[in-house]
C-alpha cells in the first residue's frame, strides 16, 4: 500500500503532529507499507501542487491540531481548494491531535472530517483522536512510550490489512472525558499551580506571563 501524508500544522516540522506522524509512519513501513510524500500545508504557495498530490493519491492521511474546536485555517484552505471532487476508489483517514485533556473537546472537527469524507465519496478508514498531545515533541521518552507503541501498531495494522483496528482508536482517544476523581485531582492541582507550570514557562520565555489575565476583547 501507497500512503501520502499531508500535515496540517501551522508550526510543520516542529510540530506535535509530525511527531505523531512520523511514529504512524514508523509503523506503516515495518509493515510493508510505502509513503510516497509528505506534503506541509504550511507551505502555502505550493497550495496547486499540494491539491495535485491529493487528487491523484488512492490513500491518503490528513493531519491536524485542533484549532478552536476545528481545523486550522490552513487545512481549511486546503479543503476549499480541493473543493468538489470524486474520490470514489480512493481511501482517507485522519488524526486530530490537542492539548485538550479529553477526547470529547475533538468530536466536532472529528464529525466534519467524516462528513468531508463523504461528500469527496471517499472510503473513510477511521479518525485518530489523541487528546493532550500538546507538548508531546518535548516529553521525556517513557511518557510517550505507550502512545508510539499504539501508533506504531496502526501503521503496521493498515499496512498488513488496509484498516485501522477500531480497539486501537479507542484506546489513543482516551479518556473521552474526566471521571470525577480525575476532575477532583485536577482542581487541587491548580490550587498548587503545577497545572499551569508548562503554559507558564511559554508566557516568561515570550515575555508575557505579566500580562497572562489581559483581556483585550472584553
Known amino acids: 500500500m501507497q500512503l501520502v501524508l ?27 507499507g510505502e509513503v510516497t510524500s509528505t ?42 481548494a480541493i473543493g468538489e471532487f470524486d474520490g470514489c476508489g480512493k481511501k482517507i483517514f485522519f488524526l486530530i ?23 469527496w465519496k471517499m472510503e473513510n478508514l477511521g479518525v485518530i483522536v489523541k487528546p493532550g498531545a500538546e507538548g508531546v515533541r518535548l516529553m521525556p521518552a517513557i511518557m510517550t512510550k505507550k502512545l508510539f507503541k499504539q501508533l506504531n501498531a496502526l501503521g503496521i ?21 474526566h471521571s470525577k476523581s480525575r476532575i477532583t485531582i485536577y482542581r487541587l ?13 511559554s508566557l516568561k520565555k515570550n515575555k508575557a506571563y505579566e500580562r497572562r489575565f489581559d483581556a483585550p476583547y472584553f
Open 189 to 201: 492541582l491548580q490550587k498548587t499551580g503545577l497545572s499551569n507550570l508548562y503554559w507558564n514557562m
Open 97 to 119: 491531535q490537542s492539548g485538550f485533556p479529553e477526547a470529547c473537546q475533538s468530536d466536532s472537527a472529528k464529525k466534519q472530517m467524516e462528513n468531508l469524507a463523504k461528500r
Open 39 to 80: 506534503n506541509y500545508l504550511l507551505r502555502q504557495k505550493h497550495l496547486t501542487e499540494q491539491v495535485a498530490a491529493f487528487k491523484s493519491a488512492d490513500v491518503i492521511f490528513l493531519a491536524f491540531p485542533l484549532y478552536v474546536f476545528s481545523v486550522p485555517g490552513i487545512v481549511k484552505q486546503f479543503i476549499e
Open 157 to 177: 495494522q493498515l499496512a498488513k490489512n488496509g484498516k485501522l483496528n477500531e480497539e486501537n482508536l479507542k484506546n489513543i482517544a482516551t479518556p473521552y472525558r
Open 6 to 32: 499531508f500535515n496540517g500544522s501551522p508550526r510543520g516540522k516542529t510540530s506535535n503532529t509530525k511527531v505523531l506522524l512520523n511514529q504512524f509512519e514508523k509503523g506503516f513501513k515495518a509493515g510493508g
